[in-house]
């Protein structure tokens, strides 16, 4: 399984992702709470197309998208 990872280091509230991979991907969302990594749910996914996928959040974060 290959996979996108995107480093989010500057808090917002859309993280707008194009993976270039022509797939419908599995997203999930990690942050940093208490000094461990725990995956979260964002507000909304939107697949763009097979190419974009867009997140978003109800504040501005930081952290990681993985994208299988």
Same mark, same amino acid.
């Given at each position: 399984?290959?996979?996108?990872?995107?480093? *989010? /280091?500057?808090?917002?509230?859309?993280?707008? =992702?194009?993976? +270039?991979?022509? &797939?419908?991907?599995?997203?999930?969302?990690? *942050? /940093?709470?208490?000094?461990?990594?725990?995956? =979260?749910?964002? +507000?909304?996914? &939107?697949?763009?197309?097979?190419?974009?996928?867009? /997140?978003?959040?109800?504040?501005?974060?930081?952290?990681?998208?993985?994208?299988?």
């Amino acid at each position: 399984v290959r996979k996108f990872i995107l480093t *989010v /280091i500057i808090p917002a509230e859309i993280w707008e =992702i194009n993976h +270039k991979r022509g &797939i419908t991907p599995v997203v999930q969302v990690f *942050v /940093i709470k208490d000094g461990m990594e725990q995956r =979260i749910l964002p +507000k909304e996914v &939107i697949l763009v197309d097979l190419d974009n996928v867009r /997140i978003e959040f109800s504040s501005a974060i930081t952290g990681r998208a993985v994208l299988l």
